[in-house]
């Protein structure tokens, strides 16, 4: 071989070597820019609402911001209402894990619109199913109960707790946004005038409470639910056809407004559930919001989820920590690489 020869082989080697080591340094430095990024999520306030598909997601988002992205995550108490009021008003909490928008829709699109609040995944990504229910074998044994109409035609099938010579119609807890379409539903469909009451379950404990009663009595039961949930998944319900079209704008403006004077007979919206964040998050967070815009659960792996919390008796807590653990070819599409191997040596 020539020097000539040599001396281009040796040039082409050391060309080769100095590109290897930029093509390595250029990934660690990029490696080193996303845990950076990640590093600078900062403090993150979380609201955990008061039901159970809430809950755990609420935790699920606190262990991966956490474990993941280096955030000073906290839970803090929540309702639909309340929290979202706070977070357009005060700005905090940081987080709405599960924010049931439809009768929020006016004035989170305002925030929205004004920058102040941000819409990030649709967390349920089959939405959500609200309406009333009544129990399969009230169902079975009285066909002809097809319709909210058809059900409050029969009093004596849903005795009130209090007054068995009326009808009852369970309602959603206080602070809950279907608290206030349930009770307007109460009204337009004229429930009083047909022996019936509303019944203030008090809580979602008395709610969920009301209904296992009724099963283990094999009594009637007449109220307010949604899917996913794991009650549903435990006691089989039917939901009543309204029997009437949807009317949007009647929803958006009176159905699911406190001040609405004369309610309309109105179906319950498929639910579009969001997380919702603050404009201070979503700039402060970096990879940590971009996990918050991506996350979703469908509604058969989350009732899947909430029946095992159920039978357990677990904690938030401890589901999360269950749903990670068991569900890793899901989450990890969730986050980023490096965050994900965060969160597997935490599990």
């Not at 008003?89 to 929205?112: F, H, M, Y």
Request: overall charge negative.
């Amino acid at each position: 071989m020539t020097n000539q020869r040599k001396l281009v082989l040796a040039l082409t080697i050391v060309a080769a070597t100095l590109a290897s080591c930029g093509k390595k340094e250029e990934a660690q430095v990029e490696e080193k820019a996303v845990e950076t990024a990640e590093a600078t999520c900062g403090n993150v306030t979380i609201a955990n609402m008061n039901w159970q598909s809430a809950e755990v997601i609420a935790s699920i988002d606190k262990f991966v911001l956490s474990k993941g992205y280096g955030c000073d995550a906290e839970l803090v108490p929540g309702d639909t209402m309340p929290t979202l009021t706070a977070m357009m008003e005060k700005g905090q909490p940081d987080v709405a894990p599960e924010a049931w928008i439809n009768s929020v829709r006016e004035p989170l699109k305002l925030a929205t619109d004004e920058g102040r609040l941000h819409v990030a995944a649709e967390v349920l990504s089959d939405g959500g199913v609200e309406g009333w229910w009544i129990p399969k074998y009230i169902a079975e044994a009285n066909p002809n109960i097809k319709t909210i109409a058809d059900a409050l035609n029969h009093p004596e099938l849903f005795p009130a707790p209090e007054d068995k010579t009326k009808g009852a119609v369970y309602n959603c807890p206080a602070g809950w946004s279907c608290q206030i379409s349930t009770g307007h539903a109460f009204t337009a469909w004229g429930a009083a005038d047909k022996g019936f009451t509303l019944v203030d379950t008090g809580s979602s404990a008395g709610l969920d409470g009301s209904i296992a009663k009724a099963y283990e009595r094999k009594e009637g039961w007449l109220g307010y639910y949604w899917a996913p949930t794991s009650i549903l998944g435990k006691y089989e319900m039917v939901r009543l056809d309204p029997g009437v079209e949807l009317d949007q704008a009647a929803w958006d403006t009176c159905n699911s407004v406190v001040d609405c004077a004369d309610p309309k007979m109105n179906p319950w919206p498929r639910s579009e559930v969001f997380s919702v964040v603050t404009d201070r998050f979503k700039q402060a967070g970096g990879k940590a919001y971009e996990y918050l815009a991506t996350r979703q659960l469908d509604n058969d792996s989350l009732g899947k989820l909430l029946s095992w919390m159920t039978d357990n008796q677990a904690t938030g807590e401890a589901a999360a920590e269950y749903y990670l653990k068991n569900n890793e070819a899901t989450w990890t599409t969730w986050v980023s690489p490096a965050a994900a191997e965060k969160i597997k040596a935490a599990l």
